[in-house]
C-alpha cells in the first residue's frame, strides 16, 4: 500500500489549505484512512479520521475548523483546513489503517505516507 500527500505549504494565521492523500488500494480496502500530525518537538498525534462505511472523527484541537472527506472515485482523502492557527504548523501524515481475518488469524496493518509540512505564520 502507497499512500501519497500533496497540498502541504506556507499560509498566514486564518488562512486555508486542503491536503490530499491517494491511495494505491481501492479506499474501501481500508477500514479506516486519516490524517496524523507531528508539531516540531511533539509526539505525533490525531487530527481526524474516516471510516470505510464514511464515519468521522475528529481531535478536539480542530473541530469546527478541519473537515475530513473522501473522494472513492479517485481513491482520495482530503482534509480541508480552515482557521489555521500557527499551532496547527506540523508535518502532516496520512494513514491507512486495515483489518485482514482469515481463517487462522486477525491481522491489523498500519501504513503511512512521508508527510507534508504545513507551517502557519502568525
Known amino acids: 500500500v502507497q499512500l501519497m500527500e500533496s497540498g502541504g505549504g506556507l499560509v498566514q494565521s486564518g488562512g486555508s489549505l486542503r491536503l490530499s492523500c491517494v491511495t494505491s488500494m481501492s479506499i474501501f480496502s481500508h477500514n479506516a484512512m486519516g490524517w496524523y500530525r507531528q508539531p516540531p518537538g511533539k509526539e505525533r498525534e490525531l487530527v481526524a479520521t474516516?471510516?470505510?462505511?464514511?464515519?468521522?472523527n475528529y481531535a478536539d484541537s480542530v473541530k469546527g475548523r478541519f473537515t475530513i472527506s473522501r473522494d472513492t472515485a479517485k481513491n482520495t482523502v482530503y482534509l480541508q483546513m480552515d482557521s489555521l492557527k500557527p499551532e496547527d504548523t506540523a508535518l502532516y501524515y496520512c494513514h491507512a489503517h486495515d483489518v485482514v481475518t482469515t481463517i487462522e488469524a486477525t491481522r491489523e496493518f498500519d501504513y503511512w505516507g512521508q508527510g507534508t509540512q504545513v507551517t502557519v505564520s502568525s
Open positions: 474516516i471510516t470505510s462505511s464514511g464515519s468521522t
